[in-house]
């Protein structure tokens, strides 16, 4: 069986050529990838929610299969469902399903049954395939479709995909694909939002269920992310990290009637301790004003002296950022402490974090080598290395491999603009490179 399209050319452009285009400016080929277990992707047309499907799918280090569970917008056929054989049309071919591994989930799970008829004009499932298939043309898929159930239900579904992919010892990526908050104004969805990614991060679905019911959250998805949630944690997750948030009003710029879109990534990879002490330093200070003492037993990464920067984001944007250009303290351990306290609170571009924000922070700590002067822009490149423009006593710095920043020209434009040196006074240039915890 082939399973057709249905909404090629409405939520995604319907040829191959004009497909490819428009993922190529959505997608990050030279995004760091990360080890996944799982991610929460959206399911909007693209013009509203493909950057923050973009954002996460191009961060993922691809596997050869990818379960990918969504809810069941229209109703047919059975409410639990998997198709276990066939394939899946789009405008750049087709998309085998995993008959193996789909079979074995099929056998292993009580609650799941064989049914094509739910898959048939769902879009939720179909509109993941064509970012796949932009990176890996080969991949292989199982698609499940899930309605409405208990949540023990959706815990004994979530462990048996786990179990089923454990007996098979298969590497896979498990996507829940999920819009947030339906039609409420910005400031409402990005409320409600913040409370469902909270739970998520936190790698409890049974908050996140108990989350939708009571706050009435619309978020379509939240069957495949509470079993995305359990079987993630059954095959070893530790944390989840929130890659993009946006509303449809960052499109249409009308924030009276928006849809939320969440980009979260899985991982069996526990935060950092660089990172780890970031964030109880911030929540300390916030919350009880006070300064916490360096750890009494200091990892390698701690004891060496370097400039650090900490940075602060809340859902995908900039919350804070503030740091050294060179060691100012005993160690690594004390930079943080110092600038993580002023990233949350000293940034003159944003007010102090205040304690009810805490819960919806990200955190990231750079490490920086030792500046070098290099003779012009050619020994430049914004992805790897940072630049710091000097001139006199006025110095501006610019991380490396930020968002939005394509060119060294940008680069040296914006340390300029920092530093309050014009764009026809003479400069000296250095590079640093940064190690990046998060």
């Given at each position: 069986?082939?399973?057709?399209?249905?909404v090629a050319g409405q939520f995604y452009p319907g040829s191959a050529s004009q497909l490819r285009q428009m993922l190529a400016t959505l997608l990050d080929e030279e995004a760091e990838k990360q080890e996944a277990l799982g991610a929460v992707s959206p399911h909007a047309g693209y013009v509203y929610s493909g950057a923050v499907a973009g954002a996460v799918i191009s961060r993922i280090k691809f596997k050869d299969t990818f379960i990918i569970m969504g809810p069941n917008h229209t109703g047919m056929g059975k409410p639990l469902s998997i198709m276990t054989r066939g394939r899946w049309q789009?405008?750049?071919?087709?998309?085998?399903?995993?008959?193996?591994?789909?079979?074995?989930?099929?056998?292993?799970?009580?609650?799941?049954?064989?049914?094509?008829?739910?898959?048939?004009?769902?879009?939720?499932?179909?509109?993941?395939?064509?970012?796949?298939?932009?990176?890996?043309?080969?991949?292989?898929?199982?698609?499940?479709?899930?309605?409405?159930?208990?949540?023990?239900?959706?815990?004994?579904?979530?462990?048996?995909?786990?179990?089923?992919?454990?007996?098979?010892?298969?590497?896979?990526?498990?996507?829940?694909?999920?819009?947030?908050?339906?039609?409420?104004?910005?400031?409402?969805?990005?409320?409600?939002?913040?409370?469902?990614?909270?739970?998520?991060?936190?790698?409890?679905?049974?908050?996140?269920?108990?989350?939708?019911?009571?706050?009435?959250?619309?978020?379509?998805?939240?069957?495949?992310?509470?079993?995305?949630?359990?079987?993630?944690?059954?095959?070893?997750?530790?944390?989840?990290?929130?890659?993009?948030?946006?509303?449809?009003?960052?499109?249409?710029?009308?924030?009276?009637?928006?849809?939320?879109?969440?980009?979260?990534?899985?991982?069996?990879?526990?935060?950092?301790?660089?990172?780890?002490?970031?964030?109880?330093?911030?929540?300390?200070?916030?919350?009880?004003?006070?300064?916490?003492?360096?750890?009494?037993?200091?990892?390698?990464?701690?004891?060496?002296?370097?400039?650090?920067?900490?940075?602060?984001?809340?859902?995908?944007?900039?919350?804070?950022?503030?740091?050294?250009?060179?060691?100012?303290?005993?160690?690594?351990?004390?930079?943080?402490?110092?600038?993580?306290?002023?990233?949350?609170?000293?940034?003159?571009?944003?007010?102090?974090?205040?304690?009810?924000?805490?819960?919806?922070?990200?955190?990231?700590?750079?490490?920086?080598?030792?500046?070098?002067?290099?003779?012009?822009?050619?020994?430049?490149?914004?992805?790897?290395?940072?630049?710091?423009?000097?001139?006199?006593?006025?110095?501006?710095?610019?991380?490396?491999?930020?968002?939005?920043?394509?060119?060294?020209?940008?680069?040296?434009?914006?340390?300029?603009?920092?530093?309050?040196?014009?764009?026809?006074?003479?400069?000296?240039?250095?590079?640093?490179?940064?190690?990046?915890?998060?």
């Open positions: 069986m082939v399973r057709s399209p249905v789009t405008p750049l071919g087709e998309v085998e399903i995993d008959s193996e591994l789909a079979e074995q989930i099929l056998a292993t799970s009580r609650h799941l049954q064989e049914d094509a008829a739910a898959h048939q004009y769902e879009h939720s499932i179909e509109v993941q395939l064509p970012f796949l298939q932009y990176f890996r043309p080969e991949v292989r898929i199982v698609p499940i479709t899930l309605a409405h159930a208990s949540a023990a239900i959706y815990k004994e579904v979530g462990e048996d995909i786990a179990r089923a992919v454990g007996e098979l010892k298969r590497e896979v990526v498990i996507i829940a694909s999920s819009d947030m908050t339906h039609y409420e104004p910005q400031e409402s969805a990005r409320s409600k939002d913040s409370q469902a990614i909270e739970a998520i991060l936190h790698l409890d679905e049974d908050e996140l269920l108990k989350r939708v019911e009571e706050s009435n959250i619309s978020m379509c998805g939240y069957a495949p992310t509470a079993v995305l949630i359990c079987a993630a944690k059954k095959l070893g997750a530790k944390a989840a990290e929130l890659i993009s948030y946006q509303t449809s009003g960052d499109t249409t710029g009308d924030y009276t009637s928006v849809v939320g879109y969440a980009g979260i990534i899985i991982k069996a990879v526990e935060m950092h301790p660089l990172v780890k002490l970031a964030k109880a330093t911030v929540e300390s200070y916030v919350r009880e004003g006070k300064v916490p003492p360096p750890p009494e037993e200091l990892t390698p990464e701690m004891q060496k002296r370097a400039g650090v920067f900490v940075s602060l984001h809340k859902f995908g944007e900039l919350r804070g950022c503030i740091g050294t250009f060179e060691p100012t303290r005993r160690n690594v351990a004390e930079e943080i402490i110092s600038n993580a306290i002023s990233s949350a609170t000293r940034d003159p571009r944003f007010p102090p974090v205040a304690p009810e924000e805490l819960k919806d922070l990200e955190y990231s700590v750079d490490v920086l080598t030792t500046p070098r002067p290099v003779r012009d822009k050619s020994e430049l490149d914004p992805k790897k290395y940072g630049v710091i423009v000097e001139s006199g006593f006025r110095r501006g710095l610019l991380l490396p491999d930020l968002e939005g920043v394509d060119s060294v020209e940008q680069q040296i434009s914006i340390c300029r603009q920092k530093a309050g040196i014009g764009p026809e006074e003479l400069v000296t240039l250095y590079r640093f490179e940064v190690k990046r915890y998060k």
